[in-house]
Structures are given as C-alpha cells and as structure tokens.
C-alpha cells in the first residue's frame, strides 16, 4: 500500500473511533448527568433475554447485533495490520472495556457485561470478514483481467549470484526465506509471504542466454533492494542486528525517518541491498 492510502486508511480508522466513542460514550448532554452516576448490570445476555421473552425485535437487533457491528471494523483494521489473532482479540475487549468504564464514569449508558461480549465477538468477527473481502475483491480483480485478455503477470525477482551456498544460507537462516535446495540445482526457489525470488548460478545463467554478463563485483549493488518489513520498531533493530552479526554488511543503521517508517538497509553476503523496515512504533 502506498504511503498516500496509508494516510487515508488512517484517517479513516480514527473517524471511526470518534464515531464509536460519540455513539457509545459521548453522546449529546452526556456531561449532564454527573460523574460515577452510571450503572452496572453483570447479568450475562439479561437484557438480551428479556428483550427476547418480551419480543422487542427492533432493540433486540439493535443492541445484539449493532454491538457486533460496531466492533467489525476495529477487527478488520487489525488484521490489515497483520496483528495476531489473539493480540486482536484483547484489543476488542479493552476497547470495550474502556467504553463501558468511560459510561459509568460519565453515567452516559448502562455499563453491561453483554456488551463486553458482544463487542469482542464482534472484533473477533473483523478477522474472517476482513480476509473474505479480500478474497472477494482479489477474485473480481482476476475474473476482469481475464476478461480483458489477461496481463503479464509477474512470477518472480531473480538474483544471479557467485557462491550459491552462502546465499541461500544467508536468506533461509538470517532472512527467514522458504528455502528448498538440494545443493546441486543450478536454480534455487525463495518463497516469503507470497512473493518468489530466483538464485540463479552465474555461469549457468551465461551459458542460458549465451552471452557473458556483467556484475558489481566489488562494493555494494546499488541497481535494487529486498525490502522487508517487520511487527515494529523493535523488531527492525533485533533483525537488524541479526543479520548484521550473521554474514549481512551493515549499510544503515535502524532509524526513524520523517515519513513514519523505521528503516535500516543491510548487504547480502554478495553486496545486493536488503531494507529491513517497519511503519509500527
């Protein structure tokens, strides 16, 4: 995602919480009714129940399901952001939790147990709709590229290196690549996260094309980078440091640039560039 929809998806999950928090907490005059004058109701599904037997449909749907709507969202935003499951899943609840904590205190709604649940449920819920939309809009994306012929389509980056044992080493033990090579193939295949790259043997890849190729021998490669990123801002000084002390040259220390990224740049054990970033404080 480019950094200007970035920005955008940004803005847009703060609107969202102001949104939330004005529906939940904040409503109009909510200051009039004095602090700590809320209350507490820790019946699991009472209200729920008697909307039930008493067969108030509208707020039943209302307070059920709008409790796990409200929260879809917050869920969906985390899974874009790659954040666990289970971390996802705490978030909702301490969402919810200060919710309910901020309407007592302000005495702005009933501070009910259902609504922790529900609202929990709901971020959980934010995970699996998340990735369907995903699914969805990467199917329709599909259906109309083949309708219009069909693109060239990228298989992957290849990198033709020297010393084919230290490489992959480097990027299966220090870069976390999925690697399988029985040592002898000419051509190595590095899966991660999706994305292919290619080592190719030097000499193989001239004897292929039949020419003689021209490589950096010496310094660092400065025609592309790798770039990876990680959880956070921690986690890009701890790979960076790994793989600085495991065969990698340093190039870039871990910094934070004015853009909100933290980034650092090492070299491979044959000079190519490798970008190891995170936009997560």
Not at 127 to 145: G, I
Not at 198 to 208: A, I, S, T, V, W
Request: proline letters at 5%; one cysteine or more.
């Amino acid at each position: 995602m480019s950094p200007k929809w970035k920005t955008a998806a940004r803005i847009l999950f703060f609107l969202y919480l102001a949104v939330l928090f004005q529906i939940t907490v904040f409503r109009i005059g909510f200051w009039r009714h004095g602090l700590f004058s809320g209350s507490f109701l820790l019946e699991p599904m009472g209200i729920v129940g008697e909307l039930l037997r008493t067969g108030d449909w509208l707020r039943f749907v209302y307070l059920f399901f709008g409790n796990i709507v409200f929260f879809l969202p917050l869920g969906a935003a985390l899974a874009a952001r790659r954040v666990p499951f289970w971390k996802g899943v705490l978030a909702g609840f301490g969402v919810s939790f200060l919710i309910e904590s901020l309407q007592f205190f302000f005495g702005s709604g009933v501070s009910d147990v259902d609504d922790l649940i529900l609202n929990t449920a709901g971020c959980a819920a934010g995970y699996p709709a998340y990735f369907l939309w995903q699914r969805f809009f990467s199917r329709k994306h599909k259906r109309a590229d083949k309708e219009e012929g069909g693109p060239m389509k990228l298989d992957g980056f290849g990198i033709m290196v020297k010393d084919m044992a230290a490489m992959v080493a480097f990027y299966r033990d220090v870069l976390g690549f999925e690697i399988e090579w029985d040592g002898k193939d000419p051509s190595v295949y590095l899966k991660k996260d999706g994305t292919v790259f290619l080592f190719y043997g030097r000499g193989d890849m001239e004897k292929l094309v039949r020419r003689p190729l021209r490589y950096a021998e010496e310094g660092v490669c400065g025609h592309f980078e790798t770039a990876l990123s990680v959880e956070n801002f921690a986690a890009v000084d701890e790979a960076y440091a790994k793989a600085a002390a495991s065969g990698g040259t340093p190039i870039l220390p871990p910094e934070t640039e004015s853009w909100g990224q933290r980034t650092s740049y090492i070299a491979d054990p044959e000079g190519n560039l490798v970008e190891i970033g995170s936009f997560n404080p």
